[in-house]
């Protein structure tokens, strides 16, 4: 199978080269007593739909489980690496849970805040990664869950509202000139 080409993120890449020492132990324990890196997505996945239900409803259950979720979403990627079990299904399994898990938080945040900003930064974060999607992982990406999450987190709603919004248009702008690069040459 095909590996996925993605672009690289140097802070991603940064952190994932300085916490490796910290996961891999843990992540060898997982791989051992049998979890593999996609049920590691999907405890991600279900803990990140969780953390969205009760954002505005509860928030210290909304706090335990978007730390549970990071904590989940941090070990699919290490147990993956340690069981050798890196594959382009992991990756797209992996891509497509965590950007659902953004997208009903910032529906919640629609929901909860009722304005019309908030509307716009969902269409343009779906066309941003649409784009990824139709490009099949070969096209500039930019993320904002975890600072969109964090900022809930600590109480700054609009901080990561606004960051979400700025890093998908300033996403969907690099999508455009490197789909123009391509098409017109340099």
């Not at 990824?132 to 600072?147: P, Q, T, W």
């Not at 900022?151 to 700054?156: F, N, R, V």
């Not at 509202?161 to 040459?185: H, R, W």
């Amino acid at each position: 199978m095909k590996p996925v080409q993605s672009y690289g993120n140097p802070l991603i890449d940064w952190v994932k080269d300085h916490t490796q020492f910290l996961l891999d132990p843990f992540a060898k324990v997982l791989h051992k007593i049998g979890v593999s890196p996609n049920f590691a997505t999907s405890l991600s996945f279900l803990t990140g739909i969780f953390a969205a239900y009760f954002l505005f409803k509860d928030f210290p259950l909304f706090l335990t489980f978007a730390i549970a979720h990071f904590i989940f979403d941090l070990f699919d990627g290490a147990v993956a690496r340690i069981s050798k079990k890196v594959t382009t299904f992991g990756r797209w399994f992996d891509y497509g849970t965590d950007r659902t898990v953004t997208l009903l938080l910032l529906i919640q945040c629609a929901f909860f805040l009722q304005d019309e900003l908030i509307f716009w930064i969902i269409i343009i974060y779906i066309i941003h990664h649409l784009i990824y999607i139709l490009h099949k992982g070969d096209i500039i990406l930019f993320y904002s869950r975890s600072v969109l999450l964090f900022s809930l987190m600590l109480g700054y709603t609009w901080f990561g509202l606004l960051f979400a919004g700025f890093v998908s248009a300033i996403g969907v702008l690099a999508q455009i000139l490197i789909m123009a690069e391509k098409t017109y040459g340099k």
